[in-house]
């Protein structure tokens, strides 16, 4: 057969027109086949379009030739089947007469183009700068998060007068959760100052006991007393002491040790004390949260408001 050029549209040929056109091309040809490079037999029915998009073997009576396309070719191709498909899901976009299309459908259709959701992503990037759409995809609202407005500048008034009663919705939820917080806040306040008092006072009562026992012991041994008379008597209250809060930490089964004693007695004032005022800690760590995510929401709508519109510069 030699080379030979074959014409052949590879959008609407398949392999039966390929096998026929080699046939044309050289009349000793007994066989003809088209196989996959495992040696799979092709049907006589699959696109040609398909069958250019991977290697494959082609058997001419008994010699096989591997054919490959050119990768230049495939990317090329490639980027304009992609090219068609985002042009047909923008036609399709601006002849949607909604203002608000729901993120799954965006994806659905760009998948009915054969886009993959990654390529989805990178044409809903796109339709942003070219001013066609907007996602407010960093917003923790599901309802901004989880739609896309269409044509905004033409859809203009009646969005953002949505956008600013969203804004004045939630910043009147955040002054009143401010107005919550700050009282959980002073009711916190109150607590811990409360919770430090009864801790300092026996530290303070230990302190001067442990400082008035020791300066009786101190007075009886040098001015009463001989340190002959004395030293089984302080032996023996030292043994009372050290065997009385053995048994009682046996007894109650509390930590016999002396570590961190001022903040063990804080820790359960403050325990108390907010059961006492109805005090609940993740309650406050809720209502934190919750102020946080409205002022982010807030700011993204404020900027949204002030973007210039009288020259949107279509792309």
């Known amino acids: 057969m030699g080379l030979t050029r074959l014409g052949l549209d590879d959008a609407n040929a398949s392999v039966q027109d390929l096998?026929?056109?080699v046939r044309h091309a050289d009349a000793s040809l007994k066989a003809v086949e088209i196989a996959t490079t495992d040696g799979t037999k092709l049907a006589r029915t699959v696109r040609l379009g398909e069958l250019t998009s991977m290697p494959f073997c082609l058997r001419l009576n008994h010699?096989?030739?591997l054919v490959e396309s050119d990768v230049a070719a495939m990317d090329d191709r490639r980027a304009r089947e992609e090219s068609v498909a985002f042009a047909t899901v923008k036609a399709e976009i601006e002849r949607d007469p909604?203002?608000?299309l729901p993120l799954h459908e965006f994806y659905r259709m760009?998948?009915?183009?054969g886009a993959e959701e990654k390529v989805a992503t990178k044409w809903l990037r796109e339709l942003q700068r070219r001013n066609l759409v907007v996602h407010f995809d960093r917003s923790r609202n599901p309802q901004l998060e989880n739609a896309v407005i269409l044509r905004p500048y033409n859809a203009l008034d009646s969005e953002l007068y949505n956008i600013k009663h969203d804004r004045k919705v939630k910043e009147r939820q955040l002054a009143e959760l401010n107005s919550k917080l700050k009282?959980?806040?002073?009711?916190e306040n109150e607590v811990h100052l409360a919770a430090r008092r009864l801790p300092n006072a026996?530290?303070?009562?230990?302190?001067?006991?442990l400082t008035g026992f020791y300066g009786a012991l101190m007075y009886c041994v040098w001015d009463v007393y001989?340190?002959?008379?004395?030293?089984?008597?302080?032996?023996?209250?030292?043994?009372t002491a050290v065997l009385g809060n053995s048994f009682y930490s046996t007894i109650t089964k509390k930590d016999p040790t002396y570590s961190n004693m001022w903040q063990k007695r804080y820790a359960d004032r403050v325990e108390m004390l907010?059961?006492?005022?109805?005090?609940?800690?993740?309650?406050?760590?809720?209502l934190k949260a919750c102020i946080t995510d409205l002022e982010n929401d807030i700011t993204l709508l404020s900027q949204w408001e002030k973007v210039d519109v009288a020259n949107p510069n279509l792309h």
């Open 226 to 239: 001989s340190w002959d008379v004395m030293e089984p008597i302080t032996y023996f209250i030292g043994f």
């Open 183 to 187: 009282k959980l806040q002073q009711v």
């Open 98 to 100: 909604r203002l608000i």
């Open 63 to 65: 010699v096989n030739v």
């Open 110 to 113: 760009c998948h009915n183009a």
């Open 202 to 209: 026996q530290k303070w009562v230990g302190l001067t006991s």
């Open 274 to 286: 907010s059961k006492q005022r109805k005090l609940d800690p993740t309650e406050l760590k809720k």
């Open 19 to 21: 096998i026929e056109a």
